[in-house]
């Protein structure tokens, strides 16, 4: 009797035969494919933090230039040019108290388009400036704007993203900002002051135009009861082959869980409270690092420091590594994790800050100080250090210092703390809490980069840096004894292990 074809051997009668797993190459292709949607409307939404990071920086070659007008009325002294370099930040706080109603209110995606309005009217206000009032005006509305992106660009981001991809591009956020200020160092390598405000105008126009075209987050919009347009947009996300059916059911049981208002009395439960309480402490640690003075004025401690390069190009060559770090730590999130990068990068920021530290106090000064913010009174202080020569390899340590701090920050305390707070917030007071946790950074970056200058002038820039070494050691402390690993969960599992306590859902 003649053997069935289904059971018979060998590659003529293998009916069916199984398909060999996909290689990893097969696997990230068809993960782009099934992704791109997503990734184009990230790169929509970041758009507005590549202008928060090129109004951040847009001080630091802007200041010495201004310094140095002809024009009495642009003429900065030094304490017009602490304020020109600080209003940002009161801007930024200000931002973020706003995104608390805007983010649940507008929506994140429409919140997001609302910031190129101050952004677009500071960029203008700066370019034709002919008086200090008007840039101050102008630099306090492109911090309003950043605020503003800096709450609701991460929450959206993380809303969109499928938990494979949250990761890297949760880090996308921070890589735009520093790609952004990697641009404003670039472009003032070339370009008068006034026309770096003009070219900063591009990016926010291409953020409104692809953003018009993109849907809002699916979670906001069940939030709000348009649970058909909600699906929609999540299918339009996922692609058209993707089954949806699944993820939209358990956003949806999420969402309608937590539909009525948060009152005062679950505001005090441990799973509201204690996720809210690690992202405030995150934000208020990253910036005690020191990395919005570090930034605000990095040409102008170039300038008071024995440095081999000239100024500028070290700070170029800073933002270009600012840039390369990132992207490291985007393409390691979800491989390492999160609490790995977070131990490295608070690591690496104390020994850059140490080292900087120990420089200034005993290393060499420089041959030709530069009056840039006073700042050369610090680095000089109550110490008998050796003249450097402009070829000695010692001059090289602020900036490889420098390079070592801004790739510990960019790989972990930089992005990992934007993301972690969208990742680890409860829905229901997302909106309101990523607000504050920006007011709270913003605050606490003004109070640093203000009073950055009265500390130099009073006890030496190596004081700072001592200070913010002594603040790494913390950050380490608190990554080991309070942050969860999020990686690869997804916004549900993380939420539910705040509300459980079961660790089994974050490993």
């Given at each position: 009797m003649q053997e069935p074809l289904l059971g018979a051997e060998g590659r003529d009668y293998d009916t069916f035969p199984e398909k060999p797993p996909p290689s990893p190459g097969e696997r990230t292709r068809v993960g782009v494919l099934q992704n791109k949607r997503v990734f184009l409307a990230t790169f929509a939404a970041v758009l507005g933090n590549f202008s928060f990071g090129y109004a951040l920086v847009y001080t630091s070659p802007v200041i010495?230039?201004?310094?140095?007008?002809?024009?009495?009325?642009?003429?900065?002294?030094?304490?017009?040019?602490?304020?020109?370099?600080?209003?940002?930040?009161?801007?930024?706080?200000?931002?973020?108290?706003?995104?608390?109603?805007?983010?649940?209110?507008?929506?994140?995606?429409?919140?997001?388009?609302?910031?190129?309005?101050?952004?677009?009217?500071?960029?203008?206000?700066?370019?034709?400036?002919?008086?200090?009032?008007?840039?101050?005006?102008?630099?306090?509305?492109?911090?309003?704007?950043?605020?503003?992106?800096?709450?609701?660009?991460?929450?959206?981001?993380?809303?969109?993203?499928?938990?494979?991809?949250?990761?890297?591009?949760?880090?996308?956020?921070?890589?735009?900002?520093?790609f952004g200020s990697l641009s404003l160092y670039a472009l003032g390598l070339l370009l008068p002051w006034r026309w770096l405000a003009v070219a900063g105008e591009g990016p926010v126009l291409v953020m409104v135009l692809l953003l018009s075209c993109m849907p809002n987050s699916p979670r906001f919009l069940l939030s709000k009861g348009?649970?058909?347009?909600?699906?929609?947009?999540?299918?339009?996300?996922?692609?058209?082959?993707?089954?949806?059916?699944?993820?939209?059911?358990?956003?949806?049981?999420?969402?309608?869980?937590?539909?009525?208002?948060?009152?005062?009395?679950?505001?005090?439960?441990?799973?509201?409270?204690?996720?809210?309480?690690?992202a405030l402490l995150m934000r208020f640690l990253q910036q005690l690092t020191g990395i919005t003075p570090i930034?605000?004025?990095?040409?102008?401690?170039?300038?008071?420091?024995?440095?081999?390069?000239?100024?500028?190009?070290?700070?170029?060559?800073?933002?270009?590594?600012?840039?390369?770090?990132?992207?490291?730590?985007?393409?390691?999130?979800?491989?390492?994790?999160?609490?790995?990068?977070?131990?490295?990068?608070?690591?690496?920021?104390?020994?850059?800050?140490?080292?900087?530290?120990?420089?200034?106090?005993?290393?060499?000064?420089?041959?030709?100080?530069?009056?840039?913010?006073?700042?050369?009174?610090?680095a000089l202080a109550g110490t008998e250090q050796p003249l450097a020569t402009p070829t000695s390899y010692l001059t090289l340590v602020p900036l490889l210092a420098t390079m070592l701090f801004i790739m510990g920050y960019a790989m972990g305390w930089g992005p990992i703390t934007w993301l972690l707070m969208s990742e680890i917030l409860p829905l229901r007071a997302r909106g309101v809490a990523s607000g504050l946790c920006v007011l709270v950074s913003w605050l606490t970056a003004f109070a640093l980069t203000k009073s950055f200058l009265l500390v130099t002038n009073a006890f030496g820039l190596q004081a700072p840096f001592f200070f913010f070494a002594a603040v790494c050691l913390v950050n380490l402390a608190f990554t080991g004894c309070c942050v969860p690993e999020t990686k690869g969960r997804s916004l549900e599992q993380i939420e539910s292990f705040f509300r459980t306590g079961r660790r089994s859902f974050l490993r």
């Open positions: 010495p230039a201004l310094e140095q007008s002809s024009d009495p009325n642009l003429n900065l002294t030094k304490t017009q040019a602490s304020w020109f370099g600080s209003v940002f930040t009161l801007g930024a706080a200000a931002g973020g108290l706003s995104a608390m109603v805007l983010n649940d209110l507008l929506g994140r995606k429409l919140s997001i388009m609302f910031s190129a309005v101050p952004s677009a009217a500071g960029y203008a206000l700066m370019a034709g400036a002919h008086g200090l009032w008007m840039l101050l005006l102008g630099r306090m509305l492109t911090g309003f704007a950043g605020g503003l992106t800096a709450a609701c660009i991460p929450v959206y981001v993380s809303e969109i993203a499928p938990p494979s991809v949250r990761g890297a591009l949760g880090a996308t956020p921070q890589l735009m900002a520093v348009r649970d058909t347009e909600a699906l929609q947009a999540l299918a339009w996300l996922r692609g058209a082959d993707a089954d949806t059916r699944g993820e939209f059911e358990q956003i949806q049981d999420t969402v309608q869980r937590q539909s009525s208002p948060l009152s005062w009395a679950e505001a005090r439960d441990p799973h509201m409270y204690r996720p809210v309480v690690i930034l605000v004025y990095l040409q102008s401690i170039f300038d008071s420091t024995a440095v081999l390069l000239p100024p500028k190009d070290d700070a170029a060559i800073v933002g270009a590594v600012r840039l390369l770090s990132v992207l490291i730590a985007a393409l390691t999130m979800d491989l390492a994790g999160r609490k790995v990068l977070l131990f490295v990068s608070a690591a690496g920021m104390f020994a850059a800050n140490l080292t900087l530290g120990l420089y200034v106090h005993f290393g060499p000064k420089s041959l030709a100080p530069n009056s840039t913010v006073g700042l050369e009174h610090a």
